[in-house]
């Protein structure tokens, strides 16, 4: 987008001394191996100094790398390579990467299944052998060493062996994640172990006593596969959005060809065919109905709970449901050019994205380990020396807690977690949010802009008023219709469509003529017909009597009059207005409440625009814009220092949408305009903006609760882990309740963001 929120590329088109005529790529690559915010900030430098690379965005959550960059300076194999350089496996771009990534994630979820039950069962018996004393009938057996052991060995490199591929994959890159931690807090307390069971005269010598820790590494490993486990399931119900949007697919398509009626796979529709659907099945592709009359059922597409009707000429949306008729429609849009396959991908790119808050918590995560593993070294140092007897066990204890503690995990899923599922209930509700970054702009924004035609009104003249004089109010309407039946001027058509609704038969015209700037002149059933405004009534010598106050009150409430006059004597007027829509007085209203400055824009003159404003319950009105000159009105609210949203349809206000601080789009049907807008509403109905905005809020809030735990969490608890109370209050942590504490972070931060699936559009 050619907004102050687009490409930062001007810093890295420099550093990678590309043309700027190149073409710009973009590309989302599947990451297999990361494990918290650390790996996140590894794999972002990497890619950001790797040479064509504009801009590089990992997602902990979804376990992706966005990638902008030059295609005749770096290409997808070596951005793949760069990934790998740092220990990473990069997984293959492809269109099935889908399906294979949730296969991949169904055998992750069924192997920490399998693990955690077999690490629980042999730590459960570890514990009770661990504790005699506790547990009297208990068989001694279980409390020898050499059989705790025997039991210890297959969990810590069984089921902890992920976490040992991890630690030594970082260590042959020279960098460290939350493997190392696990691998050489566990490490420490299983070998102490083996070597008290191996060695009992060494430590007996030396005055140490002679305590295994095999219940600590094996509880520990086995708490944090549970952590896994929860948090994989966890992770999967966040993307859920992107599931039921892809399970709107129809998988075949019943076609016409060569005369008779064909099923055939959805891939192979093709632009031009004409597709039959009856009750009860899912529509195909996008397309326009050519026969038959039903309603469809658009909720999961658009929010809307009501089925819509739909017959010949109307626009039908892939992967809806046909409810009631069958209809045949022709094919106009197939495959990837589909709505459907549109919003899928704008929603897997917004859940692949980063908000500009999650920037903290990343430079924090990529020097984390580090000065953790140092807090550990200095804390085991500390006791050993200064610490009461036995020195070693209250050292060994209190390393191992620290760096169990210490998990960067839960940073690293704040914000994409959140974001995953606010942009995916945004998708339900028929907002398409294009990225964190706008998601997080929204909540912030104090003034929104309202264009008037197609936003805050239908866009569609239609009847307002007929008021009659010496004619009744049908036989006004009858007549003037009758006269515009064929006229293709939006008021005319207005008139007819009225009369349409009403059922009113209509006569032939004769003697048909059109007045440029006045109206017409016609003949109905042998009577002399004039329609149109004041100036032909005052050369024909028509005396509108009454009816000229009537005009003027309803031309002061933005309305366009018609007179009609029948043989010179005046027959009534007629009122054309470009009406608002339903909802847009109570979505104006919302938005007030929200705290935001509504303001509405337009390119007609202010008596109209005023009368507009006034029914939707807008005070400040911008009037007489020009189309290109609405950029520069959403500028000079910008530089009274307003944070500002601009609603649209997306097409002749495209420029303003892309200096607006946040663009949203009015689309219809399979009119999504996503480009210039930040938010797309795939309805014209107004209350989706609210929704964008009360959505963003609500995003936020949890986000910002994510990451304040998050942070509060490691910042208390590793003093706490440490021992810094046990010289005032004689308490310590206990590794395993480290742990269990670590697992919970990550667990209750996911969590957390799942609670933004209760949100519901009002």
């Known amino acids: 987008m050619s907004k102050k ?39 972002e430098k990497k890619l950001r100094s790797t040479d064509g690379v504009v801009r590089a965005s990992v997602n902990l959550a979804t376990e992706k790398a966005t990638v902008e960059y030059f295609e005749d300076h770096v290409s997808i194999s070596e951005l793949k390579k760069a990934i790998e350089s740092v220990g990473y496996k990069a997984l293959e771009v492809t269109e099935e990467a889908v399906d294979k990534e949730k296969e991949a994630r169904r055998r992750e979820i069924k192997t920490l299944k399998t693990k955690f039950a077999f690490g629980a069962s042999l730590s459960v018996l570890i514990f009770l052998g661990s504790f005699p004393e506790w547990f009297l009938w208990v068989p001694g057996f279980l409390s020898n060493y050499f059989v705790l052991l025997v039991l210890a060995t297959p969990v810590q490199f069984y089921v902890g062996f992920q976490f040992y591929r991890g630690f030594i994959a970082a260590l042959r890159h020279k960098t460290a994640d939350m493997n190392t931690l696990i691998a050489i807090g566990t490490s420490a307390a299983y070998f102490y172990s083996v070597a008290v069971t191996l060695f009992p005269p060494y ?16 509880i520990i490993i086995t708490l944090i596969i549970l952590g896994r486990l929860l948090e994989a399931k966890a992770k999967g119900e966040t993307s859920e959005a992107i599931k039921k949007l892809m399970g709107l697919r129809a998988k075949t398509a019943r076609v016409v060809r060569n005369g008779g009626e064909v099923d055939i796979p959805v891939e192979d529709v093709q632009v031009g065919d004409l597709v039959i659907v009856r009750p009860g099945e899912k529509i195909p592709v996008d397309g326009i109905v050519r ?11 658009t929010g809307e709970s009501m089925p819509m009707e739909k017959r010949k000429g109307d626009e039908v949306i892939g992967g809806t449901l046909n409810k009631t008729g069958t209809f045949k429609f022709q094919a106009m849009k197939v495959g990837k050019d589909t709505a459907l396959a549109q919003i899928i991908k704008l929603v897997e790119e917004a859940q692949g994205s980063k908000a500009p808050i999650q920037g903290l918590a990343d430079r924090v995560a990529g020097i984390f380990v580090p000065v953790v593993i140092t807090i550990a070294i200095i804390t085991f140092l500390a006791w050993y020396f200064f610490g009461p007897k036995p020195a070693l066990t209250f050292a060994l204890s209190n390393f191992v807690a620290v760096l169990i503690i210490a998990c ?11 974001i995953m599922v606010g942009t995916g209930k945004g998708a ?29 009104t239908k866009g569609k003249p239609a009847v307002t008023d007929i008021i009659p004089n010496s004619f009744p109010e049908g036989e006004v309407l009858r007549i003037a219709a009758s006269v515009e039946k064929n006229s293709e001027h939006p008021l005319g058509e207005a008139i007819v469509a009225k009369a349409k609704e009403k059922e009113i038969e209509l006569s032939d015209a004769e003697e048909f003529e059109a007045i440029p700037g006045q109206g017409i002149k016609a003949k109905v059933n042998g009577k002399a017909v004039l329609l149109g405004n004041l100036k032909l009534m005052q050369e024909e010598n028509v005396k509108l009597e009454k009816l000229g106050k009537a005009a ?30 339903e909802n847009s007085r109570e979505a104006v209203e919302r938005l007030r409440k929200l705290g935001l400055e509504v303001v509405m824009i337009t390119g007609d003159n202010k008596r109209t625009a005023e009368a507009i404003a006034k029914q939707a319950g807008i005070e400040r009105v911008l009037a007489e814009v020009l189309p290109e000159d609405k950029a520069n009105e959403v500028k000079k609210l910008q530089e009274e220092g307003k944070l500002v949203a601009m609603v649209g349809d997306g097409i002749n206000d495209a420029p303003a949408l892309a200096q607006a601080d946040v663009g949203i789009a009015i689309g219809t049907g399979t009119d999504v305009a996503m480009e210039a807008s930040d938010i797309t509403l795939i309805t014209g109905d107004l209350q989706g903006v609210v929704t964008s905005i009360e959505l963003s809020k609500k995003t936020m809030s949890t986000i910002r609760q994510n ?49 933004l699936k209760k949100f519901k559009r009002r």
Do not use: Q
């Open 291 to 301: 026969e038959g009359y039903s309603a469809v059922d658009e909720s999961m597409l």
């Open 408 to 418: 960067p995990c839960a940073l690293g899923l704040a914000t994409p977690t959140a």
């Open 5 to 43: 929120k687009g490409l930062s590329g001007i810093e890295g088109v420099e550093k990678a001394n590309v043309n700027f005529a190149a073409e710009l790529a973009k590309v989302t690559i599947p990451i297999a191996g990361m494990s918290c915010a650390s790996c996140v900030e590894k794999i």
């Open 552 to 581: 003027e009150r309803l031309s002061d409430e933005g309305k366009t009059a018609m007179f009609l006059a029948v043989d010179k004597v005046p027959a009534g007027v007629i009122a054309v207005a470009d009406t608002l829509k």
């Open 707 to 755: 990451l304040f735990w998050a942070f509060f969490y490691n910042i208390a608890l590793i003093p706490v882990a440490a021992g810094i109370l046990y010289p005032f209050f004689k308490i310590l942590l206990n590794p395993v309740l480290a742990a269990a504490a670590m697992a919970f972070s990550s667990v209750s931060v996911v969590s957390n963001s799942l609670r």
């Open 203 to 218: 430590f007996a010598a030396k005055g140490i006593e002679a305590a295994a820790y095999y219940d600590t590494a094996a």
């Open 428 to 456: 339900e509700n028929g907002v398409l949010i294009r990225s964190g970054e706008s998601l997080e702009t929204a909540h912030k924004l104090n003034t929104i802009i309202l264009d008037k035609t197609g936003t805050l």
